[in-house]
Nanobody, 124 residues
Framework: QVQLVESGGGLVQAGGSLRLSCAASGRTFSSNHMGWFRRAPGKERDFVAVISWSGTNTRYADAVKGRFTISRDNAQNTVYLQMNNLKPEDTAVYYC?????????????????WGKGTQVTVAS
């Protein structure tokens, strides 16, 4: 079992930055690939970024590539999402998730554990 708690969301002006954190509990955290997803108002939950259990490999959605960076600290059981040059269209609830699949998972249904989310609002 892995329990996930996101933090770091808030209101920011367009062009600004935020860093989201996801604190994990559970003895298997360091063996899980970890992902970030987001749900904008009226839309489905979409993939944002994923990082391998070792931190060596990452993948990003095209919409955030070059602006967002995912990282993890296995000693602290924490995964991060650094978001720079934020745009109003980045406004969403951001979710952290853990997967037991072996590849870098991009789909919602590939993830086994989810946090409750943190709101990010980008004002124009």
């Amino acid at each position: 079992q892995v329990q996930l708690v996101e933090s770091g969301g808030g209101l920011v002006q367009a062009g600004g930055s935020l860093r989201l954190s996801c604190a994990a509990s559970g003895r298997t955290f360091s063996s899980n690939h970890m992902g970030w997803f987001r749900r904008a108002p009226g839309k489905e939950r979409d993939f944002v970024a994923v990082i391998s259990w070792s931190g060596t490999n990452t993948r990003y959605a095209d919409a955030v590539k070059g602006r967002f960076t995912i990282s993890r600290d296995n000693a602290q059981n924490t995964v991060y999402l650094q978001m720079n040059n934020l745009k109003p269209e980045d406004t969403a609830v951001y979710y952290c998730a853990a997967t037991r699949v072996l590849q870098l998972a991009l789909r919602v249904d590939e993830y086994d554990y989810w946090g409750k989310g943190t709101q990010v609002t980008v004002a124009s």
